[in-house]
């Protein structure tokens, strides 16, 4: 064994078991207890600080100066309390993860004296340095001013790493000029959006219905490797992914991993990682092992959007560094190991009011049948008409390794909703009469429909793994979200467009009332016309079929985009325009620089795999297959010496040449991807060198990977310089 591998797998071996202390065997009496919570703001704010900041929570009033210093003082005096001695801003920018910059409380006054304080200026607003975050033309490098903007909606939270404390403020991020510079603000947006656009609607059956809200439940899945096994893999330090590795003897074929006994040692960790969430409030309920061997998930409560997504990414955070307390690294890759299963973030989305309503939930009814099918046939329109933004709201490089894999939704965008709530909107289709419906027709489809939707639809239809938009009783699932993915991107996206079909049902259903028409008879008519119009985009047989992919595109007419640089287009459309611009989630400023910033970013991780490949193949591979080849022919040399016949040095003569091939298409594969590269770092314009990086760099990998993991196979363990599958894929 290689002295790489062989001090990594001594490390490995040598591991003693961290132990867990749990705060207190019930998590209910240590749940929440690092967050600034409705409670907490009971007990440090005044009541008058206490109902501004609630209104400024529930109806968006502003905080005025007077009460975000009171904020301020109490944030800080609760804060201390607990031990932190510093304050950030924590945001999330265009990077896909979190940024944050600290501050101390301690300000000195005078010479050798010095006091803790903390203003509302200060927690209302900061400004970091902007320059180096992802701007897609929005500002130059030397323009470095950006804001941080405090975002009340999400409460306080004291984040713990090793001794220290800090207090973390939830924030958005814009830029000088007032451009949004990351995912939340928009996200609130388009959140508020879909509350007006919804409450009217829900007014057509429930007066009492003021607010609504999304809700999300996200499930991460995400692999665990040993920790001196990933630092001797410089493509799994580096790019979160092997990039060679020949897949094992055993993997994932027996199945036998997924629900299986959870490892001490993992186990030991996830104690760990759900204590530190569960003090942040991260409502975690669920743990199991994923389909992959070393794979695993997680799973909240459902919450309201804007809080589940800061919860996701504190919660990957969280993590990352438990992890590494247990010798452990978590890898977030949507596609870390091939030929096993890749990792998403099933994204569980609904709708709820403030009467208690989940908008998406049958109910006991005609009336509340019909409410519950206004929603969910409005959401079916939305994703037809707008499956474009969808399909780019989930596209990354790293998921274009996992979408249509025989283990997630493929590219293709469609909606899976079983086939009892499809005769429903069969019968909705062929009953309802655009020229001639009564009010006896009205009643009776009414009660018919009824009749067909049972209370509980959870039991009611089988589930569909390989539909990437699917109905599961109560909410639809987005499968198709990749696991290490900000949830901000989708859920703006969705709220978006389903905000927007609300928006348009609701016009119809007026004018058809303006007219004469009967409500319910105004909305059975509009609904069935979506019904019609959107079918094509249902879907309840296997989404991986390739019967599947050539109907979709052929016979229905829906988009198979598989590639990342593909998907960006569609934020350059005008349907995207209509969508973001019109309704003022970005402007068009900002969708155009999101597009440069998503182009930039996928020939950036591209390059950088490149390099890597390089790296292992002329430091790690080829060192080690030309010691065998070596070692092969001076074995044959010295059989030839004592005068052997060829017929008794054959076989070793035959695999000097395997390996003498395999050295050869390597390199040679290298050096092409190399000058590809070089062409591509080349090209100034974000787009013509995505494209480039995809079609003319990436193509090769899997011809470098295919040589590397060749001789991988053939040459002795011994002699291999990288950590295996084997080694990697079932963590001791």
């Given at each position: 064994?290689?002295?790489?591998?062989?001090?990594?797998?001594t490390?490995?071996?040598?591991?003693?078991?961290?132990?867990?202390?749990?705060p207190d065997?019930?998590i209910?009496?240590f749940f929440?207890?690092?967050?600034f919570s409705?409670?907490?703001?009971?007990?440090h704010?005044?009541e008058?600080?206490?109902?501004?900041v609630?209104?400024?929570i529930?109806?968006?009033?502003?905080?005025?100066?007077?009460i975000a210093?009171?904020?301020a003082a109490s944030?800080?005096?609760w804060a201390?309390?607990?031990?932190?001695?510093?304050?950030?801003?924590w945001?999330?920018?265009?990077?896909?993860?979190?940024a944050?910059?600290h501050?101390s409380?301690f300000?000195?006054?005078?010479t050798a004296?010095?006091?803790?304080?903390?203003?509302?200026?200060?927690?209302v607003?900061?400004e970091?340095?902007?320059?180096?975050f992802p701007?897609?033309?929005?500002?130059?490098?030397?323009?470095?001013?950006?804001?941080?903007?405090?975002?009340?909606?999400s409460?306080?939270?004291?984040?713990?790493?090793?001794?220290g404390?800090?207090?973390?403020?939830?924030?958005?991020f814009?830029?000088y000029?007032g451009?949004a510079?990351?995912y939340?603000?928009?996200l609130?947006?388009s959140?508020n959006?879909?509350?007006?656009?919804?409450?009217p609607?829900?007014?057509?059956f429930?007066?009492?219905?003021t607010?609504?809200n999304?809700?999300?439940?996200w499930?991460q899945?995400y692999?665990?490797v040993?920790e001196?096994?990933f630092?001797?893999r410089?493509?799994?330090?580096?790019?979160?992914?092997?990039?060679?590795?020949?897949?094992?003897?055993?993997g994932q074929?027996?199945?036998?991993?997924?629900?299986g006994?959870i490892?001490?040692r993992?186990f030991?960790?996830?104690?760990d990682?759900?204590?530190?969430?569960?003090?942040?409030g991260?409502?975690?309920r669920?743990?199991?092992?994923?389909?992959?061997p070393?794979?695993y998930?997680c799973?909240p409560?459902f919450?309201?959007a804007?809080?589940a997504?800061d919860?996701?990414?504190?919660?990957?955070d969280?993590?990352?560094?438990?992890?590494?307390?247990?010798?452990?690294?978590v890898?977030?890759?949507?596609?870390?190991?091939?030929?096993?299963?890749?990792?998403?973030?099933?994204?569980?989305?609904s709708m709820?009011t403030d009467?208690?309503?989940?908008l998406l939930?049958?109910?006991?009814t005609p009336?509340?049948?019909?409410?519950?099918?206004?929603?969910?046939?409005n959401?079916?329109k939305?994703?037809?008409?707008?499956?474009?933004?969808?399909r780019?709201s989930?596209?990354?490089?790293g998921?274009?390794h996992?979408?249509?894999?025989?283990?997630?939704?493929p590219a293709i965008i469609?909606?899976?909703i079983?086939?009892?709530?499809?005769e429903?909107l069969?019968?909705i289709?062929n009953?309802?009469n655009?020229d001639?419906?009564?009010?006896t027709?009205k009643?009776?489809?009414?009660?018919d429909i009824?009749?067909?939707?049972?209370?509980?639809?959870?039991?009611?239809?089988?589930?569909?793994?390989?539909?990437?938009?699917?109905?599961t009783?109560?909410?639809?699932e987005?499968?198709?979200?990749?696991?290490s993915?900000?949830?901000?991107?989708?859920?703006t996206?969705?709220n978006?467009?389903v905000?927007?079909?609300?928006?348009?049902?609701r016009?119809?259903?007026?004018?058809l009332?303006?007219?004469g028409e009967?409500k319910?008879s105004?909305i059975?008519?509009v609904?069935r016309?979506?019904?019609?119009?959107?079918?094509?985009?249902?879907?309840e047989?296997?989404?991986?079929?390739e019967?599947?992919a050539k109907e979709?595109?052929?016979?229905?007419?829906?988009?198979n985009?598989?590639t990342?640089?593909?998907?960006i287009?569609?934020?350059?459309?005008?349907?995207?325009?209509?969508?973001?611009v019109?309704n003022?989630?970005?402007?068009?400023?900002e969708l155009h620089a999101?597009?440069?910033?998503?182009?930039e970013?996928?020939?950036?991780?591209?390059?950088?795999?490149?390099?890597?490949?390089?790296?292992?193949?002329y430091?790690?591979?080829?060192?080690?297959?030309?010691?065998?080849?070596?070692?092969?022919?001076?074995?044959?040399l010295?059989?030839?010496a004592?005068?052997?016949?060829e017929?008794?040095y054959k076989?070793?003569?035959?695999?000097?040449?395997t390996?003498?091939?395999h050295?050869?298409?390597l390199?040679?594969?290298l050096?092409?991807?190399?000058e590809?590269?070089?062409?591509?770092n080349?090209i100034?314009?974000?787009?013509?060198k995505?494209?480039?990086?995809?079609?003319?760099v990436?193509?090769?990998f899997?011809?470098i990977?295919e040589?590397?993991?060749m001789?991988?196979?053939?040459?002795?363990?011994?002699?291999?310089?990288?950590p295996?599958?084997?080694?990697?894929?079932?963590?001791?």
């Amino acid at each position: 064994m290689s002295t790489n591998r062989t001090a990594a797998m001594t490390d490995v071996l040598h591991r003693e078991p961290v132990t867990v202390n749990l705060p207190d065997p019930k998590i209910s009496v240590f749940f929440g207890s690092n967050v600034f919570s409705d409670a907490e703001m009971r007990n440090h704010l005044s009541e008058e600080a206490y109902n501004s900041v609630r209104n400024s929570i529930e109806h968006g009033q502003k905080i005025d100066r007077k009460i975000a210093d009171q904020v301020a003082a109490s944030m800080k005096a609760w804060a201390m309390g607990k031990g932190a001695t510093h304050y950030t801003h924590w945001f999330q920018p265009l990077t896909g993860a979190t940024a944050e910059k600290h501050d101390s409380f301690f300000t000195a006054v005078a010479t050798a004296v010095g006091v803790e304080t903390f203003s509302g200026s200060a927690l209302v607003q900061q400004e970091p340095d902007a320059s180096s975050f992802p701007s897609g033309g929005i500002r130059s490098t030397f323009e470095a001013r950006g804001y941080t903007a405090w975002d009340p909606t999400s409460p306080a939270f004291i984040m713990e790493t090793g001794s220290g404390k800090t207090l973390c403020i939830p924030t958005i991020f814009v830029s000088y000029t007032g451009e949004a510079l990351d995912y939340k603000a928009p996200l609130l947006k388009s959140l508020n959006l879909l509350q007006d656009a919804a409450v009217p609607v829900c007014q057509y059956f429930d007066k009492n219905v003021t607010k609504v809200n999304a809700t999300l439940g996200w499930e991460q899945e995400y692999f665990l490797v040993d920790e001196a096994l990933f630092l001797s893999r410089p493509d799994l330090s580096i790019c979160g992914r092997t990039l060679v590795g020949h897949y094992p003897a055993k993997g994932q074929q027996l199945e036998d991993h997924y629900f299986g006994t959870i490892p001490e040692r993992i186990f030991n960790f996830m104690v760990d990682f759900e204590t530190e969430s569960h003090k942040l409030g991260i409502p975690l309920r669920t743990r199991h092992n994923e389909v992959a061997p070393g794979q695993y998930e997680c799973a909240p409560l459902f919450e309201e959007a804007s809080i589940a997504v800061d919860h996701n990414l504190l919660l990957m955070d969280v993590m990352e560094k438990v992890a590494r307390r247990h010798k452990l690294r978590v890898l977030f890759h949507e596609k870390p190991f091939a030929g096993v299963n890749g990792s998403g973030k099933h994204n569980n989305w609904s709708m709820g009011t403030d009467t208690g309503k989940n908008l998406l939930s049958p109910g006991k009814t005609p009336r509340t049948n019909l409410q519950f099918l206004t929603f969910f046939i409005n959401t079916i329109k939305a994703v037809h008409d707008y499956a474009d933004l969808l399909r780019v709201s989930i596209a990354a490089a790293g998921n274009d390794h996992r979408l249509g894999a025989n283990e997630a939704p493929p590219a293709i965008i469609s909606a899976f909703i079983g086939s009892a709530l499809r005769e429903v909107l069969n019968e909705i289709e062929n009953r309802v009469n655009e020229d001639n419906f009564d009010e006896t027709d009205k009643t009776d489809l009414r009660l018919d429909i009824h009749n067909k939707i049972p209370d509980l639809l959870l039991d009611n239809t089988d589930r569909n793994r390989t539909s990437p938009f699917a109905f599961t009783g109560n909410k639809f699932e987005f499968r198709a979200v990749g696991s290490s993915a900000n949830c901000s991107k989708a859920m703006t996206t969705l709220n978006t467009i389903v905000a927007t079909q609300l928006l348009a049902f609701r016009t119809e259903v007026d004018a058809l009332i303006k007219g004469g028409e009967n409500k319910d008879s105004a909305i059975l008519k509009v609904l069935r016309r979506y019904i019609t119009e959107s079918k094509h985009i249902l879907f309840e047989g296997d989404n991986y079929s390739e019967e599947w992919a050539k109907e979709a595109t052929e016979k229905r007419g829906l988009s198979n985009v598989k590639t990342t640089p593909e998907a960006i287009e569609f934020y350059g459309t005008e349907k995207a325009k209509k969508v973001f611009v019109s309704n003022h989630i970005l402007s068009e400023r900002e969708l155009h620089a999101r597009q440069e910033i998503e182009f930039e970013e996928y020939a950036k991780k591209i390059q950088i795999e490149a390099r890597i490949y390089g790296e292992l193949v002329y430091n790690y591979v080829l060192p080690a297959a030309i010691s065998y080849q070596n070692e092969l022919l001076d074995n044959i040399l010295k059989l030839k010496a004592v005068g052997l016949k060829e017929d008794h040095y054959k076989e070793q003569l035959d695999l000097a040449q395997t390996i003498t091939l395999h050295i050869n298409h390597l390199r040679s594969s290298l050096e092409r991807m190399v000058e590809e590269r070089k062409r591509a770092n080349r090209i100034d314009h974000a787009r013509e060198k995505a494209y480039a990086y995809c079609n003319e760099v990436k193509p090769l990998f899997d011809t470098i990977r295919e040589h590397a993991d060749m001789l991988e196979r053939y040459m002795p363990d011994a002699t291999w310089p990288l950590p295996k599958y084997r080694e990697l894929l079932f963590v001791k």
